[in-house]
């Protein structure tokens, strides 16, 4: 299977960007699908994940109320829309599948995405 991350780039503090990855599997909505993401010289973080039809939901304390996960299970792509960032935002996102919900044990995911750059300048 492959999942591609895309939608990130640079943006100024308040600003949005949307985050997509679409996976070429078409056992796409037997998974839950997590955000993962990596700051340099920090450990890979799990900021927002949702289940398999959409029915759970996961967000990391630090975007509650900023991001929104969503899911298109007909086009096989999972969304990460993020608002009002912030310079800690900065990271390298990854999105991943998981055939469990357990979503903050990394090793629960069997597929990532290559990353996309989510840069936030203040």
């Known amino acids: 299977v492959q999942l591609q991350a895309s939608g990130g780039g640079s943006v100024q503090a308040g600003d949005s960007l949307r985050l997509s990855c679409s996976s070429s599997?078409?056992?796409?909505?037997?998974?839950?699908m997590g955000w993962f993401r990596q700051a340099p010289g920090k450990e890979r973080d799990l900021v927002s994940a949702?289940?398999?039809?959409?029915?759970?939901?996961y967000y990391a304390e630090s975007v509650k109320g900023r991001f929104t996960i969503s899911r298109d299970n007909a086009k096989n792509t999972v969304y990460l829309q993020m608002g009002s960032l912030k310079p800690e935002d900065t990271a390298v996102y990854y999105c991943?599948?998981?055939?469990?919900?357990?979503?903050?044990?990394?090793?629960?995911?069997?597929?990532w995405g290559q990353g996309t750059q989510v840069t936030v300048s203040s």
């Open positions: 991943a599948r998981s055939r469990n919900w357990n979503p903050s044990n990394a090793r629960t995911y069997d597929a």
């Open positions: 599997a078409r056992t796409f909505g037997s998974y839950a």
């Open positions: 949702i289940g398999r039809n959409g029915d759970r939901i």
